[in-house]
């Protein structure tokens, strides 16, 4: 038996950092926003469909992201279009991806979903891990990254929960204030679900 435990956070909080540290422990991963890339990529499944949805937004077998960008800037309704595309292409493959940790007899399957608890796949997972540190932090992480503006940033965070709120309702904090403190946070989750596993 698997327990299914979502890791989420908002942009910024050490997500990614945090996703390896589970996978350092043999704990699989899966990833939605690689998941996207892959779907998005040259022979992925989101590219015709995106492409006959999106004209334009196709470019030598693959979706550019930039162009697809653009076209969702011009028409506020084109969100909940590419959305009703992507999001069942995803789900199907995170549906296989479990089946294959199954298979592998996986004790914890970690879902690593930045919008968990914005698309209510909070309900199809054992147990929430937050991933959290300090507004400040997070600011100066976000607006490190090449090409990042305060402007994008406040959008990017307009269309996430806010972090207090995900904590309120996670079953596990996990701070990134300093990597050492979130590794033997992830450590401590990995112990307590083992030990519930094993009861």
């Known amino acids: 038996m698997s327990f299914l435990l979502g890791l989420t956070g908002s942009i910024g909080m050490g997500k990614s950092t945090t996703a390896k540290m589970f996978g350092d422990l043999g704990h699989p991963v899966w990833d939605a926003d690689a998941a996207v890339h892959r779907l998005y990529a040259r022979d992925g499944a989101a590219v015709e469909p ?48 479990i089946s294959q940790a199954n298979e592998d007899n996986a004790r914890i399957i970690v879902l690593d979903i930045p919008l968990l608890f914005e698309t209510g796949a909070q309900d199809s997972v054992d147990g929430v891990a937050v991933v959290s540190t300090d507004a400040e932090t997070q600011r100066s992480r976000v607006l490190a990254r090449p090409g990042m503006t305060s402007d994008a940033l406040d959008m990017i965070l307009s269309r996430q929960m806010p972090d207090a709120e995900k904590r309120a309702r996670a079953n596990w904090v996990i701070p990134t204030d300093d990597m050492e403190g979130a590794r033997r946070a992830v450590r401590n989750i990995c112990t307590a679900i083992l030990g519930r596993l094993n009861a």
């Open 50 to 97: 995106v492409g006959a949805e999106f004209p334009g937004a196709v470019r030598d077998g693959a979706v550019d992201r930039e162009a697809l960008k653009a076209i969702l800037a011009k028409d506020p309704a084109a969100l909940s279009r590419l959305e009703a595309i992507v999001h069942p292409l995803v789900a199907d493959d995170r549906r296989r991806f």
